[in-house]
């Protein structure tokens, strides 16, 4: 009986193409704007931390986006792929709870743009 470690390397390789896909559809930032964007106070006021880092999970998310997105695709791990798949659903929830005020200025969309996504575009 494989672990659920192993269960998800094989769903992540059976999936890959439409892993990258969505992600391709949902990270709308580039690897430069995204870096950019990370070194900006706004990006670092917002998202949740766990206890044991002062980095929010969302900004450290964003410092791996950036590396992915400097990847070529042929050259992307299987570790790249699970996260790029966690990229897409977090994307997906989040903009689908899209404040009806300030949007464009909010902690919304702020924790979005950490996760690559900018959602004003």
């Known amino acids: 009986m494989k672990t659920g470690y192993a269960r998800a390397v094989d769903r992540v390789r059976a999936d890959r193409k439409r892993i990258v896909r969505d992600f391709e559809q949902v990270v709308n930032m580039s690897a430069r704007e995204l870096a950019a964007w990370l070194e900006t106070d706004e990006s670092n006021r917002v ?70 996504h900018d959602p004003i575009r």
């Open 47 to 116: 998202g949740w931390r766990d206890s044991a880092n002062e980095e929010s999970v969302g900004h450290r998310s964003g410092r791996r986006i950036v590396e992915i997105l400097r990847t070529k695709t042929d050259r992307l791990t299987d570790w790249d792929i699970m996260h790029m798949r966690t990229v897409v659903g977090f994307v997906r929830r989040h903009v689908a709870q899209r404040p009806r005020k300030n949007a464009a200025t909010s902690r919304w969309a702020h924790s979005l743009k950490n996760w690559g």
